[in-house]
């Protein structure tokens, strides 16, 4: 192989990220909804409890628990529109339309569609992302100008949920097989420190939370959230990139064994 | 057609096995094809054809042997070879979520060819498949025989060197199927070499300059059509059918008309030099065969003779 990460595909990769923009073109409200979406988690949550939680403490800072949640849910989105985008599609191009196989006569390799397709997720994900921390500063949930690096957290989110859901939607066999995603997600979901701060779970629940990738994401984006920085961001910014990293590499695998026996 | 050594083969594979697992598909396979040339894969359900091609089309890797397309490893140099090929896979795959005409302009796109090239050449090949009127439907809403032409338009999007068909024309209706046969001929004037596995004898015959035939993962003949009936059939068939007769105990007795013969369910095959005089020899002894039919050596003889389970000892 002539490339230096196997695992990482060619520039043909951007030929699947066209495909899925031209697939979108056709299916623009589905498309622009998720420009909404942020009003929906930041109005609903945020509004809802802010009067019954008051304020809460990050790092040395207090901020409102609206300004506190609102990172969470940005987390949130980003590793929801990553899983929809790396599951299902991908899914049903894999084993139901058998899409892929036509696509591999071409001179695309399987890493190319695994490649392309975690990069469509990160491209649709990155312009959510900038819709949902501009709706932030819009509604007075950011306590910092900084907060506009949460758009980088949330791209490195979206990019290990995109590379892990894509390596897990190999493993499905069916429709029903669905289920199993929500089984993980939702857990992740709730149990992630999205709501309220690590400190209130029991401290061997804590631990487990900290190998969550949506607590990672959380913490970072909450610091940026409020301006403070800190070391352990790199440590959680690179938690996430190497959790893409692998579930990419376990992906263009598992493609490879399915698509070309 | 030769495969002179001034030539470099557009394939060559050199004891090619293809391995599922514990089950061996494709046995130790030798073949080469020069430039130009139209060559067949015939064989059984199962014979390892498909396997075959996947391997010459660059997608699966072959588990042992040497294979060379245009003179380059497919192992390092897939997508370079894929570049060149046109492919008809036997089954036919699409984006269901584009139209037809945005499934041709994706895959041109899948080979790197500028846009406006695209937009002539699937005009052009909507029109070849006669879908142009279908252009912007969803491929799903399709009757079989029309997806199997848009793939063969697909295949074609990137003017291949070498255009693979793994059945192309099962499906297609005789129209459909003389259509591609016309279009076969014109890109084989035009250079291009062809790898076509069929199932109809006729169309091997038709368009294939040499072949060979597959049994069991391995290769058991190879040649040109006229040659392969040459050396592996009679000159002549005569066929009988005989009525209520048990056609396993009638073998024993006709045995001796002819040169070999071959026990179908519905009818018993002699092949003679002259379908005539054995015929008027089976009179004479007595036979009164309900229907009868005489006529050459065909492919299907071959195929019937090598694959089949017959009867000679
Ligand atoms: N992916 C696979 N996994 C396991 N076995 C396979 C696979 N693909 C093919 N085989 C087996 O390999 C053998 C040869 O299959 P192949 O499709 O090459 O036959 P074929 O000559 O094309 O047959 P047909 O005329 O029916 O198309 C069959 O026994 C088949 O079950
Ligand atoms: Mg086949």
Redesign the pocket.
């Known amino acids: 192989m002539s490339r230096v990460l196997p695992v990482l595909g060619s520039r043909r990769a951007r030929h699947v990220v066209e495909r899925n923009a031209l697939f979108y073109r056709s299916q623009w409200l589905m498309f622009a909804s998720g420009f909404v979406e942020p009003l929906f988690y930041l109005l609903s949550i945020g509004i809802g409890l802010n009067h019954l939680v008051g304020s809460l403490t990050v790092g040395s800072h207090r901020v409102s628990y609206a300004a506190f949640v609102a990172p969470g849910m940005l987390a949130t989105s980003a590793m929801n529109g990553a899983v929809i985008d790396s599951v299902f599609n991908p899914f049903f191009r894999l084993k139901i339309s058998h899409a892929y196989d036509s696509i591999l006569a071409t001179p695309l390799d399987v890493d190319d569609i695994a490649l392309g397709e975690a990069l469509w997720a990160l491209t649709r994900a990155g312009l959510y992302a900038v819709s949902f921390v501009g709706c932030m500063f819009l509604l007075g949930d950011t306590s910092s100008p900084w907060a506009i690096l949460e758009i980088v957290g949330a791209l490195a989110t979206s990019f290990a949920f995109s590379a892990l859901g894509l390596a897990a939607c190999t493993y499905l066999r069916s429709w029903q097989d669905f289920d199993l995603i929500t089984l993980v997600s939702l857990p992740l979901f709730l149990f992630s420190a999205t709501f309220f701060p690590l400190s209130l779970y029991p401290r061997a629940l804590a631990t487990v939370v900290a190998f969550s990738p949506l607590y990672q994401s959380a913490t970072l984006l909450r610091g940026l959230n409020s301006g403070q920085f800190d070391g352990w961001m790199i440590l959680r910014l690179g938690y996430l990139v190497a959790l893409g990293l692998v579930g990419l590499a376990v992906a263009a695998r598992r493609f490879r064994r399915i698509l070309s026996? | 057609m030769s495969t002179s050594s001034d030539s470099v083969p557009v394939v060559r594979a050199r004891g090619v096995t293809k391995r599922?697992?514990e089950?061996e598909?494709v046995r130790g396979v030798d073949f080469a094809i020069a430039p130009g040339e139209s060559f067949g894969f015939l064989?059984p359900?199962?014979?390892?054809?498909?396997?075959t091609m996947r391997m010459v089309s660059a997608v699966s890797t072959p588990t042992s042997g040497s294979l060379t397309i245009f003179g380059l490893d497919p192992a390092i140099h897939g997508p370079e070879i894929r570049g060149r090929l046109g492919v008809v896979p036997?089954e036919d795959t699409f984006d269901l979520d584009l139209s037809l005409r945005l499934n041709l302009e994706m895959f041109g796109r899948y080979y790197d060819l500028p846009r406006t090239t695209i937009r002539e050449r699937t005009t052009e090949l909507l029109e070849f498949a006669h879908l142009s009127d279908r252009a912007e439907d969803k491929v799903d809403n399709l009757s079989g025989g029309m997806k199997r032409r848009l793939t063969i338009a697909r295949a074609l999007i990137n003017r291949p060197e070498l255009l693979i068909l793994d059945?192309p024309t099962t499906g297609l209706d005789p129209q459909a199927r003389h259509l591609l046969w016309e279009r076969l001929y014109r890109l084989k004037r035009d250079g291009v070499t062809l790898i076509i596995t069929t199932?109809y004898m006729d169309e091997a015959e038709q368009l294939c300059d040499r072949l060979v035939v597959?049994d069991h993962g391995r290769i058991v003949a190879e040649g040109a059509p006229r040659q392969l009936i040459a050396d592996h059939a009679s000159r002549e068939v005569l066929e009988l059918r005989l009525g209520s007769e048990h056609h396993d105990e009638v073998a024993d007795q006709l045995g001796s008309f002819a040169e070999r013969l071959e026990v179908l369910p519905d009818r018993v095959l002699l092949y003679v030099d002259s379908a005539d005089d054995t015929l008027a020899r089976l009179h004479q002894a007595g036979w009164r065969p309900e229907r009868t039919l005489q006529r050459r050596s065909s492919l299907e003889d071959v195929f019937l003779r090598l694959t089949g389970r017959t009867l000679e000892e």
């Not at chain 2, 359900?45 to 396997?51: H, L, V």
């Open positions: 026996p | 599922f697992g089950f598909a064989g359900n199962g014979a390892g054809k498909t396997s036997q059945e199932h597959m």
